[in-house]
């Protein structure tokens, strides 16, 4: 009868299987990309090089992302707890963490937020709320098989003192293990045993939930923003490689001279008046002196190619052409239609990442004294869209012509409540003003 793995086992599996993945992912996205060759010859022929040439549009497709989700904070009704919330996301610096989520989750599908209180002292210190983001591939989320929305137990390892440390989070306690090695020279899970400063290496779980929030691009999805673009970013690095080397060896004219044996040809050099006198014997062509000049290589056939590939990383990310490539001046309108898919992209990252950023509000605020209800609290997002001012102006005019209240369209466009509050007070005055001087 086979044995049931254990939940250290599963999580240390689980944590490092997904080390050289996440790796390799980070590494394309900062543009550490290792040059790929088609067959082992040219590998070898191509060692010697010191010069390694990229271009990095991995980064670009997910930086077009994040420039369209950006969370500014949280709204509620229930103004206490609206007011320590908006204290927190600045003291915390939260907006940091935000970022951090948004990256991690385009670039590995998945990221993780930790939201815990310090203990609290004797002589006062202590008892604060800290929230920090936690890279994706030092965590692990386990969801239960009959419903994969609700977490089992979530994990998390890291370095400490020379050695490992690996902790498991359950609702009702936490399991702590430790190792004599660093983490990334450990190959089985029995390098783990029960931390001795804790009895059982266990501790209760005085907050009664797991701390730490886990954001997926989708559920049980290991695929990045980056998945499908590694292989051609490594076929466009090539051809940009092939390109400078061509350039190097032959975009410049190369000239050639049949002379002679035993004719020194040190003064066929190039130069301004420069006058070569070549000698010839009847072993020349037609007994006359050959000379000629090789085909430069043409450089536009790999910036076709490299073009080529651009546009299939713009259809594959849903990212604008105008964004890998040069597209001209555009209207507003076109602008709009073609940056639409990536807007609708970002628009289901908000869905997706607002569900657990209400999650991780609601626990904060809980840790500050603030019961609220998670659905009471509303993910503020930037507009994901292109904004042009002018199409803008006329879309709210020809709403109001059609009778939908400003309110509701700066509420539909991502306004926050003060925004709109600010904005019909302004309006209400400038009623007020036209009437006074209408009655004089």
Known sequence: ????????????????????????????????????????KFRNDFSALTARWS????????????????????????????????????????????????????????????????????????????????????????????????????????????????????????????????????????????????????????????????????????NGELTNVIPLQNALNKLFADMMVSAEFGAAPQRYAIIAAGTDSDDLANGPNKVWRIPFDAEAPNGKPAVGQFEATQLKNFLDAIDHIATKIAVITRTPKHYLLQQGDVSGEALIAME?????????????????????AQFILELSGHVVEVNDIEPIWEDVRTVQPLTESQIRLNNTNAGIPIEVQLEDEGQTEDEIARIHNVEQDRAERESDIGSI
């Open 1 to 40: 009868m086979a044995t049931t793995p254990t939940d250290l086992q599963r999580a240390f599996d689980a944590l490092k299987g997904k080390q050289s993945r996440y790796a390799l992912l980070n590494d394309f996205y900062r543009g550490r990309q290792p040059l790929q060759y088609s067959t082992e």
């Open 340 to 360: 639409a898919p990536l807007s609708r992209k970002a628009n289901k990252y908000t869905e997706r990442l607002g569900v657990t950023w209400r999650q991780a």
């Open 55 to 222: 271009e990095n549009w991995a980064a670009v497709v997910v930086d077009a992302l994040l420039d369209r989700i950006s969370l500014g904070g949280f709204n509620l009704e229930n103004e206490p707890a609206s007011k320590s919330i908006a204290t927190l996301w600045d003291s915390l610096d939260l907006s940091l963490d935000s970022d951090d989520i948004a990256r991690d989750t385009a670039i590995c599908s998945e990221a993780f937020l930790m939201v815990e209180k310090t203990t609290a002292k004797e002589d006062g210190t202590g008892g604060e709320v800290r929230v920090f983001a936690n890279p994706p591939h030092l965590c692990h989320a386990q969801y239960c098989e009959d419903n994969p929305r609700e977490m089992a137990w979530a994990a998390k390892w890291f370095d400490k003192d020379g050695g490992a440390c690996l902790d498991i989070y359950y609702s009702d306690h936490i399991a702590h293990y430790v190792a004599s090695k660093p983490r990334n020279d450990l190959q089985v899970y029995t390098a783990f045993t029960s931390s001795t400063e804790f009895e059982d290496g266990e501790e209760p779980n005085e907050y009664g939930r797991i701390p730490l929030f886990h954001f997926q691009r989708e559920r049980g999805s290991r």
